[in-house]
């Protein structure tokens, strides 16, 4: 990992809020996940169920992150689901480390409160995001969520 800093993560803020909105992907990949002012209004509606942070390298905005906690992923009881929603890395701050960085945040807070497995989604595609996911560990649980391939992995 290029930092010059270990990275972290920081709460969104009315300090920070602005660095927040200025989190731009690749245009290639804007397919495959939102612009953070959706997930932060997205975040704002699903109080308690939505985890959003900015991940920080020194005073460096290089990526964003949203998780969600304990969702009825059915909305029928049958299944409550904690994982990631959101990851939007800086197009010039990829392929250092922030993804992988990211996503064991995530898994370590996921741990900390109790939960076994670990879920996210992707948009299919040559630049979405299935082979970062896969690499670190994610399988395919064979469901499809909105058009997006589900994948799981065990925090056991």
């Known amino acids: 990992m290029t930092t010059t800093t270990a990275p972290r993560l920081e709460e969104i803020t009315p300090k920070n809020l ?14 495959a996940v939102d612009p953070v002012a959706d997930s932060l209004a997205e975040a704002y509606v699903h109080p308690g169920k939505a985890w ?6 020194g005073d460096r905005a290089v990526g964003f992150l949203m998780a969600f906690l304990d969702i009825d992923w059915h909305d029928d009881g049958s299944a ?3 994982g990631l929603w959101r990851l939007n890395i ?15 945040s995530v898994a370590g807070e996921l741990r900390r409160r109790g939960t076994r497995e670990f879920h996210v989604t992707w948009h299919p595609g040559d630049n979405g995001p299935e082979g970062f996911y896969l690499g670190l560990g994610f399988r395919k649980n064979g469901e499809v969520a909105e058009g997006e391939t589900v994948g799981v992995l065990d925090l056991g």
């Not at 959003?52 to 390298?57: A, E, F, H, V, W």
């Not at 800086?90 to 064991?104: I, T």
């Open 80 to 82: 409550i689901r904690s």
């Open 18 to 31: 602005k660095a927040a909105l200025g989190i731009r992907v690749r245009p290639d990949q804007e397919f």
């Open 52 to 57: 959003p942070r900015l991940i920080m390298d």
């Open 90 to 104: 800086a197009a010039e701050e990829q392929g250092k480390g922030y993804g992988r960085f990211a996503v064991e």
